[in-house]
């Protein structure tokens, strides 16, 4: 899973992101078809032909609903965000108790677990499971690496 996210972001394929969200094989995300997207489109919004920036409009099709979401241009990050709320509000629309859950890695990478938030609450007290209501932590942690590498070389100049 981490992979496949990880070759969406560098690819900026929101189709595939979401692909890859309906397809986790991992055991603690493992959909089992109850998020099952078909018709999933992406469409850049730039200003211009030279334009490298722009938003994004995803759209795709559950059940016999078609939903939509908009997600920003971060460049180099993913904007998981706005993924994690686009999947995770069809699955409510639809009804499904299950969702996409960010963990903290303490890393620039996404962890998710898929399943019913009120069942997992009681678990992760137990058991300490580090859940991450900022699924854009890892945008965070990355940018704030890059600013102290960049510091480190302006030292060294």
């Not at 996210?5 to 078809?33: F, M, N, Q």
């Not at 939903?67 to 994690?84: C, I, K, T």
């Not at 590498?149 to 302006?154: C, D, G, I, P, Y």
Request: proline fraction near 4%; charge should be negative.
């Amino acid at each position: 899973m981490l992979d496949t996210i990880e070759k969406a972001r560098d690819s900026v394929a929101w189709s595939y992101a979401i692909e890859a969200l309906a397809e986790c094989r991992g055991p603690a995300c493992a959909t089992h078809g109850l998020f099952a997207p078909t018709d999933i489109r992406q469409t850049w919004h730039v200003a211009g032909k030279d334009a490298e920036e722009g938003p994004y409009t995803v759209a795709f099709t559950l059940g016999n609903n078609h939903y939509r979401f908009s997600a920003e241009d971060s460049r180099d990050w993913f904007d998981v965000s706005a993924l994690l709320k686009g999947v995770n509000m069809a699955l409510s629309h639809e009804g499904k108790p299950e969702r996409f859950i960010s963990l903290v890695t303490g890393g620039q990478d996404v962890a998710l677990l898929f399943c019913d938030p009120n069942r997992l609450s009681p678990l992760a007290k137990k058991y300490s499971l580090p859940l991450d209501s900022n699924a854009d932590r890892a945008i965070t942690s990355g940018q704030e690496f890059e600013r102290a590498a960049k510091e480190e070389l302006q030292k060294r100049k």
